[in-house]
């Protein structure tokens, strides 16, 4: 690496003094360049969503329209429609479904990740690396491969359609994520001031709770989010496991399409509608996001 | 002069022998004690995992080997493993096999190219910068049923797309009359749904990257500047090898989450037109067909395929983390 630039150095530098001024601006123009096409790529990336919203906001002739209007005029009717009003299934259902599942999931992952997690970065059981691994190859077990099982249980068990079967394998499925980050987290709470806490005579709860939590907080909310994204957005499980009372959101939408026909407008605002929370949570967890996709291995 | 102090203490134990076993004898109970009580906050994430998750895949093992339709309850016997004969010669299974590694393929290479470069565009600061991220990011966000479906009917939709109806009033400002207007899905079906995945995933691709570019040492970033390396240099022989592992952590994660993608061959084609990956077919083969031991077999030929990735994946992510380890 070094070896590059070595024969280079003493060449390279010293005429470059006189042209220092012109040398700037050069650069300076460059990156300004770069940074507008920064821009342009962003919008032209980003158009299909863009477009999506635009869509949501117009009638449904002018949503159909070919060429496609920019200068529509902007309505309201497609959320009016999604949310009831014209008679359709109200997405309420669904939507607490969602929510109700991705919380709880999220709230029980929590529970289970943190001491895990514990035990895994602040006091290290043995072989700790070993169980790291373990929590991760459960991720790469693919879903569908456990899926039949799992319906054929619930069948007989009477879960199916019962939106608590899947908050139990929402919380299997964000579990290993959710130790792998917190694990990278609480590694980063320094080791005296819970042992502070212990000689002080601390519990293991009131340790977690009153002196780890405060200082893991960031990145718990960080966890958090990411579980309630990857849980809001799952479909498979949804889809083979619920029916009429336990409908998802995601669930929800796919029979939206097919069973009223098409109506782009208010198929883009129902595509909004579910899609907002996650987007919130997102881009509210921005720079914690690489960390918990890349199951805390990118720091 | 040191270990011979050192030593003093130690021989007269090791000589008497008595008092350190029965000092250990006493102390094992409670190291064990100890051992369990750092276990205990660990096991019930352990237990509870390999309860929901363990438990069922060595179910799908067992009814592999089943010949079993819920159609047909009463004709269940034990077929050995001639589900798994019939997973590699039935045309359907194969072919989705095929589909899944092209896919799976395409999908993380373009958007690993893609992502690689976006990652760079946005690694200098200009005007904006957070906000053009949260624009890139934006596709990986949106719920992936939402984002097929907008594929479906707000761009490839041969009617009113806006892929077509772009290039409709694109041509139109040429004054051409009838512009060829395609039908994506049904002309090119595993490109449409190819372009979705990468339109979806080349963010994730680039926000690993973009953390790998930050984590650059400045320094040498800053030494490669002074000795007067062109960007290219730098590029080519100090920010691609420290890229590489991330570039291996992108492929690698990226690999095991579209491999798994069912969303959006299930929106976009429902399987048809030869898109249908293995666990779109796995689901059909089970939901539809009610052929429980052959979706099994399959499942469990997924499982193999996924853990040689797998294996690969957990090296490359152990190697990042002892890495951290280290630095710890």
């Given at each position: 690496?070094?070896?590059?630039?070595v024969?280079?150095?003493?060449a390279?530098?010293?005429?470059?003094?006189?042209?220092?001024?012109?040398?700037?601006?050069?650069?300076r123009?460059?990156s300004a360049g770069?940074?507008?096409?920064?821009?342009?790529?962003?919008?032209?990336f980003?158009?299909?969503?863009?477009?999506?919203?635009?869509?949501?906001?117009?009638s449904?002739?002018?949503?159909?329209?070919?060429p496609?209007s920019?200068?529509?005029?902007?309505?309201?009717?497609?959320?009016?429609?999604?949310?009831?009003?014209?008679?359709?299934?109200?997405?309420?259902?669904?939507l607490?479904?969602s929510?109700?599942?991705?919380?709880?999931s999220t709230?029980?992952?929590?529970?289970?990740?943190?001491?895990?997690?514990?035990?895994?970065?602040?006091?290290?059981?043995?072989?700790?690396t070993d169980?790291?691994?373990?929590?991760l190859s459960?991720?790469?077990?693919?879903?569908v491969?456990g899926?039949?099982?799992?319906?054929?249980?619930?069948?007989?068990?009477?879960?199916?359609?019962?939106?608590?079967?899947?908050?139990?394998?929402?919380?299997?499925?964000?579990l290993?994520i959710?130790?792998?980050?917190?694990?990278?987290?609480?590694?980063?709470v320094?080791?005296?001031?819970?042992?502070a806490?212990?000689v002080?005579?601390?519990?293991?709860?009131?340790v977690?709770?009153?002196?780890?939590?405060?200082?893991?907080?960031?990145?718990i909310?960080?966890t958090?989010?990411?579980?309630?994204?990857?849980?809001w957005?799952?479909?498979?499980?949804?889809?083979?496991?619920?029916?009429?009372?336990?409908?998802?959101?995601?669930?929800f939408?796919?029979?939206?399409?097919?069973?009223?026909?098409?109506?782009?407008?208010?198929?883009?605002?129902a595509?909004?509608?579910?899609s907002?929370?996650?987007?919130a949570?997102?881009?509210?967890?921005?720079?914690?996001?690489?960390?918990?996709l890349?199951?805390?291995?990118?720091? | 002069?040191?270990?011979?102090?050192?030593t003093?203490?130690?021989s007269?134990a090791?000589?008497?022998?008595?008092?350190?076993?029965?000092?250990?004898?006493?102390?094992?109970?409670?190291?064990r004690?100890?051992?369990?009580?750092t276990?205990?906050?660990?096991?019930?994430a352990?237990?509870f995992?390999?309860?929901?998750?363990?438990?069922?895949?060595?179910?799908?093992?067992?009814i592999?080997?089943?010949?079993?339709?819920?159609?047909a309850?009463?004709?269940?016997?034990?077929?050995?493993?001639?589900?798994?004969?019939?997973?590699?010669?039935?045309?359907?299974?194969?072919?989705?096999?095929?589909?899944?590694?092209?896919?799976?393929?395409?999908?993380?290479?373009?958007?690993?190219?893609?992502?690689?470069l976006?990652?760079?565009?946005?690694?200098?600061?200009?005007?904006?910068?957070?906000?053009?991220?949260?624009?890139?990011?934006?596709?990986?966000?949106?719920?992936?049923?939402?984002?097929?479906?907008?594929?479906?009917?707000?761009?490839y939709?041969?009617?009113?797309?806006?892929?077509n109806?772009?290039?409709?009033?694109?041509?139109?400002?040429?004054?051409?009359?009838?512009?060829?207007?395609?039908?994506?899905?049904?002309?090119?079906?595993?490109?449409?749904?190819?372009t979705?995945?990468?339109?979806?995933?080349?963010p994730?691709?680039?926000l690993?990257?973009?953390?790998?570019?930050?984590?650059?040492?400045?320094?040498?970033?800053?030494a490669?500047?002074?000795?007067?390396?062109?960007?290219?240099?730098t590029?080519?022989?100090?920010?691609?090898?420290?890229?590489?592992?991330?570039?291996?952590l992108?492929?690698?994660?990226?690999?095991?989450?579209?491999?798994?993608?069912?969303?959006?061959?299930?929106?976009?084609t429902?399987?048809?037109?030869?898109?249908a990956n293995l666990?779109?077919?796995?689901?059909?083969?089970?939901?539809?067909?009610?052929?429980?031991?052959?979706?099994?077999?399959?499942?469990?030929?997924?499982?193999i395929?996924?853990?040689?990735?797998?294996?690969f994946a957990?090296?490359?992510v152990?190697?990042?983390?002892?890495?951290?380890?280290?630095?710890?």
């Amino acid at each position: 690496m070094s070896t590059l630039s070595v024969p280079q150095t003493a060449a390279a530098t010293r005429p470059r003094v006189d042209k220092y001024a012109p040398a700037a601006r050069r650069a300076r123009r460059r990156s300004a360049g770069l940074g507008l096409l920064a821009w342009i790529v962003g919008i032209v990336f980003c158009l299909p969503a863009l477009w999506m919203l635009l869509t949501s906001f117009h009638s449904e002739p002018d949503a159909a329209t070919n060429p496609p209007s920019l200068t529509a005029p902007l309505t309201l009717d497609s959320y009016r429609v999604f949310f009831g009003e014209g008679g359709g299934a109200s997405p309420w259902p669904p939507l607490i479904n969602s929510l109700m599942a991705s919380l709880f999931s999220t709230l029980f992952v929590l529970v289970l990740a943190l001491p895990a997690a514990y035990a895994l970065s602040i006091k290290r059981v043995e072989k700790w690396t070993d169980v790291m691994f373990f929590f991760l190859s459960t991720k790469m077990l693919p879903v569908v491969a456990g899926l039949l099982p799992v319906y054929l249980f619930a069948k007989n068990a009477g879960m199916l359609d019962n939106i608590w079967l899947l908050v139990i394998l929402y919380t299997s499925m964000n579990l290993p994520i959710a130790v792998w980050m917190m694990q990278s987290f609480l590694a980063d709470v320094p080791v005296s001031i819970i042992e502070a806490a212990q000689v002080d005579g601390a519990r293991l709860p009131t340790v977690l709770l009153r002196v780890v939590a405060p200082v893991a907080a960031p990145g718990i909310a960080a966890t958090s989010l990411i579980c309630f994204i990857f849980s809001w957005n799952e479909l498979l499980f949804a889809r083979v496991l619920t029916g009429v009372t336990a409908q998802t959101a995601p669930v929800f939408l796919t029979s939206f399409v097919t069973s009223q026909g098409l109506f782009l407008a208010q198929l883009c605002a129902a595509s909004v509608v579910v899609s907002l929370p996650v987007l919130a949570a997102g881009f509210a967890a921005q720079d914690k996001l690489v960390q918990g996709l890349s199951l805390g291995a990118v720091k | 002069m040191s270990t011979s102090v050192s030593t003093a203490p130690q021989s007269p134990a090791d000589v008497s022998g008595a008092p350190a076993p029965r000092r250990a004898g006493g102390g094992a109970p409670g190291r064990r004690a100890r051992a369990w009580a750092t276990r205990a906050p660990l096991l019930p994430a352990l237990i509870f995992l390999i309860a929901v998750t363990q438990l069922p895949f060595v179910a799908t093992l067992v009814i592999s080997l089943f010949d079993w339709n819920s159609l047909a309850p009463d004709d269940r016997a034990f077929a050995g493993l001639s589900n798994y004969g019939e997973v590699f010669t039935d045309a359907r299974l194969r072919e989705s096999v095929f589909t899944t590694v092209l896919l799976t393929g395409t999908v993380v290479v373009v958007s690993v190219v893609l992502g690689l470069l976006l990652a760079l565009l946005l690694d200098r600061k200009f005007f904006g910068r957070g906000f053009v991220r949260t624009l890139l990011i934006t596709p990986f966000l949106l719920v992936p049923v939402s984002a097929a479906l907008m594929w479906k009917h707000v761009l490839y939709n041969p009617e009113y797309g806006l892929l077509n109806g772009g290039w409709a009033w694109f041509t139109g400002l040429f004054g051409v009359e009838n512009p060829g207007q395609p039908d994506w899905i049904s002309d090119m079906p595993l490109i449409a749904v190819e372009t979705a995945l990468v339109w979806q995933w080349t963010p994730f691709m680039m926000l690993i990257l973009l953390a790998g570019l930050q984590s650059r040492p400045a320094e040498i970033m800053e030494a490669a500047k002074l000795d007067g390396a062109t960007a290219w240099q730098t590029f080519r022989h100090l920010t691609l090898p420290h890229l590489r592992r991330y570039l291996e952590l992108g492929i690698l994660l990226g690999s095991i989450y579209i491999v798994q993608n069912f969303d959006a061959v299930f929106t976009l084609t429902s399987g048809g037109l030869g898109t249908a990956n293995l666990p779109y077919t796995i689901y059909q083969t089970f939901y539809q067909a009610h052929e429980y031991g052959l979706a099994s077999a399959a499942g469990v030929v997924v499982v193999i395929g996924t853990i040689a990735i797998a294996t690969f994946a957990l090296r490359v992510v152990s190697s990042l983390f002892s890495e951290e380890a280290n630095r710890a």
